[in-house]
């Protein structure tokens, strides 16, 4: 299967809408349920990356039915490192100034960015090695 360009454009669509929802529910609160809110709907978005990784893998699959293991490591270290790598440095940030989240909530009025809960090495484990993208967040 040839690369489907417009799948990249898509994707790059769909990962805008995720940063605009964080940004939108951090600092930007009372619009977040306003019209147009499908533009920053990040939710769907998240769906659509799901959607779009099983047609793509599907074909890849097919092409190689033997080759799942070295293809599956390949994904692991390609998205692994950014993970991990976004994960510390968010990490070291909050222990840098661990309140500041707390002063832009009471800023923004955002009750979804008061909600976060500060960087402690459990959370941050589970974010670094990307555990949380297979059992989701709780506080």
Do not use: C, K, N
């Amino acid at each position: 299967m040839t690369r489907l360009s417009y799948l990249d454009g898509l994707r790059g669509l769909a990962a805008l809408q995720v940063v605009l929802m964080h940004g939108i529910l951090a600092f930007g609160p009372g619009i977040y349920d306003a019209w147009p809110r499908f533009l920053w709907d990040g939710y769907v978005a998240v769906f659509l990356f799901f959607l779009m990784s099983g047609f793509v893998l599907a074909f890849s699959f097919e092409r190689a039915p033997t080759a799942v293991v070295g293809s599956a490591m390949r994904r692991v270290i390609r998205l692994g490192v950014p993970l991990a790598a976004a994960s510390v440095f968010a990490l070291v940030l909050l222990r840098m100034a661990p309140e500041q989240y707390l002063e832009a909530a009471r800023h923004s009025g955002s009750a979804w960015l008061a909600s976060m809960s500060p960087g402690d090495p459990v959370h941050a484990l589970a974010d670094i090695s990307g555990a949380t993208m297979v059992t989701g967040y709780s506080t």
